[in-house]
């Protein structure tokens, strides 16, 4: 697949989905890189007995990082991020395999951005993480 262009891209097009599935080494790693000690990230006893979880929580950060890869491996070298807007509206857990995607939702030419409405999907299909990522195409 060739890198997106601003006259490329068109309202309505959608970026290719991605499958994630968090192991513990990375959820333990990527909460380690926060400094975040929270026992509902690497301890399962705690988690579920005493917070009341199913198991072991991912990270709300580490979600949103998977949105904005998506939309990172879909520029590739042809541009950048240039703003992220999410909010994490459901818990979702270590063991269960999140989907990113979005599309396409307005293009200013002028200003060479594209705003896209992204998603990370739970394998229900319950949108977990919604939000909105501005990318900026050089090409």
């Given at each position: 697949?060739?890198?997106?262009?601003?006259?490329?891209?068109?309202?309505?097009?959608?970026?290719?989905?991605?499958?994630h599935t968090c192991d513990e080494v990375q959820l333990f790693l990527y909460n380690?890189?926060?400094?975040?000690?929270?026992?509902?990230?690497?301890?399962?006893?705690?988690?579920?007995?005493?917070?009341?979880?199913?198991?072991?929580?991912?990270?709300?950060?580490?979600?949103?990082?998977?949105?904005?890869?998506?939309?990172?491996?879909?520029?590739?070298?042809?541009?950048?991020?240039?703003h992220i807007e999410y909010s994490n509206r459901l818990a979702s857990y270590l063991?269960?395999?999140?989907?990113?995607?979005?599309?396409?939702?307005?293009?200013?030419?002028?200003?060479?951005?594209?705003?896209?409405?992204?998603?990370?999907?739970?394998?229900?299909?319950?949108?977990?993480?919604?939000?909105?990522v501005t990318a900026r195409l050089d090409a």
């Open positions: 697949m060739s890198a997106p262009t601003i006259d490329s891209v068109s309202v309505g097009d959608e970026l290719p989905a991605r499958a380690a890189v926060l400094f975040n000690a929270h026992r509902i990230h690497y301890d399962l006893p705690y988690a579920t007995e005493v917070e009341g979880y199913p198991g072991l929580v991912i990270a709300g950060p580490q979600i949103g990082d998977w949105m904005v890869q998506c939309v990172d491996n879909w520029i590739g070298d042809a541009g950048m991020v240039a063991g269960e395999t999140l989907t990113t995607g979005g599309t396409v939702t307005a293009i200013d030419a002028e200003a060479r951005t594209v705003t896209l409405e992204m998603f990370v999907k739970n394998e229900a299909g319950d949108v977990v993480t919604p939000g909105v």
